[in-house]
């Protein structure tokens, strides 16, 4: 089965200043598709970019970025000019290509980004 | 606009009670999903559903039950509520089988206490 790892539980940084969130997984597959969701406070899951690992490309979202490194099945998430409402929880998520159910999420990371 | 609600936000419970949280969406979409969000432990599935009178049980399903007697609406209920089910609980509604914009949209979340 798939395994997802957020290493870091929290993490703090600066207004303006940028941050990089970790995401490591475990998969036998080959085709698949990974997600970074945001929590706030409200707690209302929110897609913040998605990557599909046939590309090579990473996917870019605004102030928002991945690294996406197949081989080491790394899949970070960079949030540069951060603000006060990036402040929330990040999830990393792992679904399968062909099976829209078997989607395993990470235990998450929680950032503060502090005035 | 389309939606997805749950209700209630909010529910405290005996151990022993029966409890049915609700999950409706506006989507028109054929899966929805329950997931749990335990500290430590990001999402996991409880049960999901790709349609009216299709049920299946996901990783953490003992204890839970679902039912889909239309399109909209997907309750989750705890038979007999246990102390270890006190959590935060996610309903989640997708269009298609698979696919990377098949995106799951989620609710607002229920917080369930058993007491």
């Known amino acids: 089965a798939q395994t997802v790892t957020q290493s870091q539980p929290e993490m703090s940084v600066q207004e303006a200043e940028t941050v990089t969130l970790s995401c490591t997984y475990d998969t036998s597959e080959n085709n698949y598709y990974l997600f970074w969701y945001k929590q706030p406070p409200s707690r209302q899951m929110i897609l913040v970019i998605r990557?599909?690992?046939?590309?090579?490309q990473n996917a870019t979202e605004n102030r928002f970025s991945v690294n996406f490194q197949k081989a080491a099945k790394s899949f970070s998430l960079k949030i540069s000019d951060s603000q006060l409402g990036d402040t929330a929880m990040y999830f990393c998520?792992?679904?399968?290509?062909?099976?829209?159910?078997?989607?395993?999420f990470g235990a998450g990371t929680r950032l503060t980004v502090k005035p | 606009d389309a939606e997805i609600t749950q209700s209630p936000r909010h529910k405290i419970t005996e151990t022993g009670r029966q409890v049915t949280l609700a999950c409706h969406q506006t989507?028109?979409?054929?899966?929805m999903f329950w997931y749990r969000q335990d500290l430590g432990h990001g999402l996991r599935l409880i049960h999901y559903?790709?349609?009216?009178?299709?049920?299946n049980k996901g990783e953490v399903s003992d204890g839970y039950s679902v039912s889909r007697s239309n399109t909209e609406d997907l309750p989750l209920t705890l038979e007999s509520a246990a102390s270890s089910q006190t959590s935060v609980y996610f309903c989640?509604?997708?269009?298609?089988?698979?696919?990377?914009?098949?995106?799951?949209?989620f609710g607002p979340g229920t917080r369930l206490t058993v007491l």
């Open positions: 989640a509604s997708s269009e298609w089988l698979a696919g990377p914009y098949n995106e799951q949209f």
């Open positions: 998520a792992f679904m399968n290509m062909y099976n829209n159910n078997d989607m395993r």
């Open positions: 559903s790709y349609g009216v009178q299709d049920t």
């Open positions: 990557q599909e690992a046939y590309k090579q």
């Open positions: 989507w028109n979409h054929n899966n």
